[in-house]
């Protein structure tokens, strides 16, 4: 096999998180559409299956990272199979350490300037290109390392019928609607939720009905009754009262969605919904909702000025901002005013 032929195997290690198993499920489609006949196999957490479970062409091998004997539960799943590339996406010591397990003839990972926890190690190629792009774009240069040819980013996402009916029902009773995904992963990423509140009332004013969506943790739960606590415009909630595929089945039908960093908003972007995305602590450019980046309400470089005492443009790709109250800086108008725009009001 030349290094640009199509190989007859990948294997792709991305374990996590919902976001960035978005962004990898574009560069995956890519090379489906591309080589057909390669056999794909992804190596993915129990919760991101979730999502991608009922994608075509993929064979998926449940993963859960935090079992004491994952490493050996993997090993016996391969059951000593060799394929053609890994494509070692993950750099976190854990899925590298898994990873590990993979036989492969060629190890693709990232380059230096994005490997961390000993990810070269456990490779035998590198990426290349541009290191400050967007993560997709990033995940898209593994693909560009196996010669796959360029195409327009597409995402190929299984739904069952039952959860497309399911989301139509659903939204023939909410005329137009938005969404808001109000939960991160990490607390100090989440927007007040007075602040949402605000929104929620002026979308009541304007006529638009407004669907509270999330899932069944315990931030989520927090953001839903302190929501409720400020407004009573809530038109649907259904935090913890969806699975992933319903989610992203009922974004389709909405008409934008407003999340901070978070699984949600890049869901949206992937089923091609406008994302008003709330951003402080990392930089849009980077892990903004994919195609709505130019959405997006950010305090981001303010943060960091403050912090560093430098713009984010004079330090490494990718620095965070730190701190509780950041996303208080982002104020109920800009957003209503950037709401305005996106729905032309």
């Known amino acids: 096999m030349s290094k640009n032929a199509p190989p007859q195997s990948v294997c792709l290690m991305r374990l996590s998180a919902i976001g960035d198993v978005t962004h990898a499920l574009a560069m995956v489609t890519r090379i489906k559409n591309a080589w057909p006949e390669t056999k794909l196999t992804w190596i993915i957490g129990k919760i991101e299956y979730q999502l991608l479970k009922h994608t075509s062409g993929i064979e998926f091998i449940v993963c859960d990272k935090r079992a004491k004997d994952a490493r050996s539960q993997l ?18 010591f854990r899925a590298n350490w898994l990873g590990s397990v993979v036989r492969a003839k060629r190890r693709i990972g990232f380059d230096k300037s994005r490997s961390k926890e ?25 693909a560009d390392a196996m010669g796959v040819p360029k195409a327009p980013v597409k995402w190929d996402l299984g739904i069952p019928q039952a959860e497309l009916d399911w989301a139509q029902a659903q939204a023939s009773t909410l005329d137009r609607f938005i969404i808001i995904a109000p939960a991160a992963s990490k607390a100090q990423r989440n927007w007040l939720n007075e602040y949402y509140a605000k929104v929620i009332d002026w979308c009541t004013a304007e006529g638009i009905n407004v669907v509270l969506c999330g ?28 699975s992933l595929l319903q989610m992203a089945a009922l974004m389709q039908q909405s008409v934008c969605v407003i999340a901070p960093d978070t699984g949600p908003a890049h869901m949206a972007s992937m089923m091609g ?25 950010s305090v981001y470089p303010e943060a960091i000025e403050a912090e560093y005492g430098k713009s984010w443009q004079a330090l490494s790709w ?24 996106m729905l032309s009001i």
């Not at 000993?118 to 593994?142: A, K, T, Y």
Request: hydrophobic share 35%; charged share 20%; with cysteine.
């Open 75 to 92: 090993k016996r799943a391969l059951d000593g199979r060799e394929f053609d590339v890994l494509l070692q996406m993950q750099v976190a």
């Open 118 to 142: 000993l990810h070269s190690w456990f490779i035998n190629e590198r990426i290349s290109g541009d290191p400050r792009v967007h993560v997709l774009d990033g995940f898209m240069q593994f």
């Open 215 to 242: 899932g069944p943790g315990a931030l989520d739960k927090a953001c839903q009754k302190g929501i409720h606590a400020h407004t009573q415009n809530v038109t649907l909630d259904l935090i913890g009262q969806t």
């Open 273 to 297: 919904i406008p994302v008003l995305g709330l951003y402080a602590h990392s930089n849009p450019l980077r892990t903004g909702p994919y195609g709505s980046v130019e959405h997006t309400v």
């Open 318 to 341: 990718g620095k965070r901002a730190h701190g509780d109250h950041l996303m208080e800086k982002i104020t109920p108008d800009k957003v209503i005013k950037r709401l305005q725009n």
